[in-house]
């Protein structure tokens, strides 16, 4: 099983989620296991479990976070 971590400075869904939330879909769950860390809460966390990714909600300083 191959582990991938995807790390998104933004837990809203934009264009860029969008395809984000397209690759987890796409790739085999037989073959991989996906997992998406998030600063924070918002419709991203939820979207990303319904494609199949694991979610993990850790804030991070407001440096790395999306100005």
């Not at 997992?35 to 407001?62: I, K, M, N, Y």
Request: net charge positive.
């Amino acid at each position: 099983m191959i582990r991938v971590l995807f790390v998104n400075p933004g837990s809203e869904v934009g264009g860029a989620e969008r395809s984000l939330l397209e690759l987890i879909r796409s790739l085999p769950r037989e073959r991989y296991t996906c997992h998406l860390l998030l600063p924070g809460d918002g419709a991203l966390v939820e979207a990303a479990r319904r494609a199949g990714a694991t979610v993990t909600v850790d804030p991070w300083p407001s440096a790395l976070r999306r100005v």
